[in-house]
């Protein structure tokens, strides 16, 4: 008879656990128990000739000789894939230190893998302490715990779950210890759960197209984006809490103001000058812009039905003020008002991704999604007061505050949250037509939905927003306004330095950002510059920065984080022409 799920047992002493845990679980489980040590060392232990006869009288395997840290060897094992492996309370025998059980619990994680189906779990029992995560209680120094995040990251798997070990459900169960018939301390010990993550790749740059009028711009999307596109977070069939969280803004709007989704699908690449950011949005600079030069451009004949290459350009990266990637919703207010569907006393609602270059930090993302509200309303009713307002009884309970400012002639509110502030506006700009528009008012309300669903629903970084595990959106569907709960616990994180020399007039150091988020994958979650010194007599400068490498989604081990540090070494001199100190 076929099992329902297959577990495998390894490390076992006198196999009590492994008896147990076929009682408990019944037919529907298949269980294969093995341990190190050979058959005639195992018999002497106490109870485990009585252990091992209930085991094979209810079906299950018994192995003995069987290293856990090459399973895949053993020829009883190497042809089958497990639901769940389980190690409780590893060692290496008698007073080993921390650094050999790290060894073995790395060993044996690499070798759980190769038996593991692919949505299946390892479970590591340890006692209280050698973790080395929070749940421990008291936790230990991290160089004195086992560090059993950071070993099971260098097998691809990631910490799901924690459950307290309870040895009472587990009749019979006699826990062996690993010299002198000692045992381990089984008060306090703690079952933690491993998963498959999915591997961290390198994004590659994007060939993509646009076309305006007669005109077809052709460009690469610089490889730190590849990752934002064509996700379709806000599409009809999509779960994604960004969608949520402006589903459920215009939905509490609606009931105060006419609402009018627009259709209107506005290109991600923009024609403008250097000084259109600044005009629509104050907060951008032009240091801030993607801008974008053509790979090549085409101008399509109607008379004669065909193309002419116009012309090919190279330097990607460098600053043309012809084209750039949309860094602001606002720039389309103009459209959104001369459209022939937009009345006065409506709010008329667009949202897509825009695009803004910005260091690596917690709180600020390269891309993001905007949600822009556009509308005219009579002066006399204050409407710029009343969104505020309206908003505030529907967003202060998360900690967003507002904050009245005056640009110029602009009137306008700022949306802060204790994580990034002007995340969000409220203003009153001027009016694009003229008489018709008397007595009338343009106001404009852009928000961040990226950030505003990181708030509402407590998600600590927002990288997890445009995590491929498909855990992520799972969550969503089965709870779409419920907190949201990690599926990878106590990420192990990694600092390391970079330094090298610049020349003070070319250097952009938001192209160095840029080149961290490729180099690493994403997986730098901060970068701070800790040490600045300028040569007195060449005129150079010397730049430290710390780079503080964390996934939230993805294993991510302590020799991978070595591997992405030189990749950055190799790539720094090529790409922004410093010198590595």
């Known amino acids: 008879m076929s099992k329902t799920r297959e577990v495998l047992l390894v490390g076992e002493g006198n196999f009590s656990f492994s008896a147990a845990l076929s009682e408990n679980a019944g037919d529907d489980v298949g269980v294969t128990a093995t341990c190190f040590e050979s058959e005639i060392q195992t018999y002497r232990q106490e109870g485990a000739v009585l252990n091992i006869q209930q085991l094979r009288e209810r079906g299950s395997v018994v192995l003995f000789d069987v290293d856990c840290t090459c399973l895949k060897e053993h020829e009883a094992i190497q042809d089958h894939l497990f639901d769940c492996v389980i190690f409780n309370f590893p060692h290496c025998g008698r007073k080993s230190g921390v650094k050999k059980n790290r060894i073995l619990l790395v060993k044996f994680f690499q070798s759980a893998v190769a038996v593991l189906k692919d949505n299946g779990e390892v479970h590591v029992t340890l006692c209280n302490g050698q973790g080395g995560t929070p749940c421990d209680s008291p936790m230990r120094e991290w160089h004195n715990s086992w560090q059993v995040v950071a070993m099971a990251a260098e097998a691809g798997l990631i910490l799901s779950e924690i459950r307290p070990f309870d040895c009472e459900m587990y009749q019979g169960y ?228 507002f904050e009245e400012a005056q640009i110029g002639l602009e009137q306008q509110v700022w949306m802060n949250s204790k994580m990034l502030p002007k995340f969000g506006r409220i203003a009153s700009l001027p009016s694009f037509s003229s008489s018709l528009d008397e007595g009338l008012q343009l106001i404009a309300i852009s928000i961040n939905l990226d950030h505003l669903a990181t708030v509402i629903f407590g998600i600590s970084d927002w990288r997890l927003l445009w995590s491929a595990d498909p855990r992520f959106l799972k969550h969503f569907e089965l709870n779409p306004l419920g907190p949201f709960s990690p599926f990878s616990l106590y990420p192990s994180s990694y600092s390391h330095d970079i330094s090298f020399w610049m020349d003070p007039e070319i250097y952009d150091e938001l192209k160095f950002h840029s080149l961290v988020r490729e180099a690493s994958c994403g997986s730098v979650k901060n970068v701070a510059l800790v040490d600045r010194f300028r040569h007195p007599h060449m005129g150079h400068a010397s730049l430290c920065y710390r780079l503080t490498y964390q996934s939230s989604d993805r294993a991510l081990s302590h020799s991978q984080v070595l591997g992405l540090q030189n990749q950055l070494r190799r790539l720094l001199p090529l790409r922004l022409q410093v010198t590595l100190r």
């Open 174 to 401: 006699r826990c062996t210890g690993y010299s002198q018939d000692k045992g381990f301390h089984v008060e306090g010990a703690l079952t933690h759960i491993f998963t498959r993550s999915l591997p961290h790749t390198m994004p590659e740059k994007l060939k993509m197209e646009k076309t305006f009028g007669k005109e077809t711009v052709c460009f690469e999307l610089p490889a730190e984006l590849s990752n934002y596109m064509n996700r379709n977070f806000l599409g009809q069939q999509s779960h994604h809490p960004v969608k949520t969280v402006q589903e459920q803004l215009l939905r509490e709007l609606k009931s105060i103001w006419p609402v009018c989704t627009m259709n209107e699908d506005f290109p991600e690449l923009v024609s403008c000058l250097p000084e259109t950011p600044e005009a629509c949005d104050s907060t951008l600079t032009q240091s801030e812009v993607y801008w974008i030069k053509p790979t090549d451009t085409y101008i399509f004949d109607q008379s004669e039905n065909e193309q002419n290459n116009c012309e090919s350009m190279d330097d990607q990266q460098s600053f043309t003020g012809s084209y750039a990637l949309r860094p602001s919703l606002l720039l389309h207010v103009q459209e959104i008002t001369q459209n022939e569907d937009f009345s006065p006393g409506t709010l008329h609602a667009v949202s897509g991704l825009v695009f803004q270059r910005v260091a690596i930090s917690l709180s600020r993302s390269p891309a993001f999604h905007q949600l822009l509200l556009v509308g005219m309303f009579p002066t006399v009713s204050n409407p710029l007061q009343c969104f505020q307002d309206s908003l505030e009884s529907l967003l202060a309970s998360y900690g967003v505050s």
